[in-house]
């Protein structure tokens, strides 16, 4: 009887062992590497909007600038 709690005892404190070395690192390697890349996009699409803003802004039509061509 003694022999069989001292096995579960071992089995259980290797079970939490493998758990709290490998797994939960991981996961929480996984949530952060997930943060990072969702910022990074955000920055990105903040980027692009900001470069199509300026775009717009120097394709835009100036008044004055264009002289018609007339043939002679």
């Known amino acids: 009887m003694l022999f069989?709690?001292?096995t579960w005892l071992f089995v259980i404190?290797?079970?939490f062992r493998l758990i709290s070395r490998y797994?939960?690192?991981i996961f929480r390697i996984t949530?952060?590497?997930n943060d990072h890349l969702r910022q990074m996009q955000d920055q990105?699409?903040?980027m692009d909007r900001?470069?199509?803003e300026n775009a717009?802004?120097?394709t835009g039509k100036k008044e004055g600038d264009y002289i018609d061509y007339e043939e002679a």
Request: cysteine-free; hydrophobic content about 50%.
């Open 4 to 6: 069989r709690i001292i």
């Open 13 to 15: 404190g290797i079970i």
């Open 23 to 25: 797994i939960l690192p």
């Open 31 to 33: 949530v952060v590497t």
């Open 44 to 46: 990105m699409k903040e």
């Open 50 to 52: 900001k470069v199509n």
């Open 56 to 58: 717009a802004k120097k």
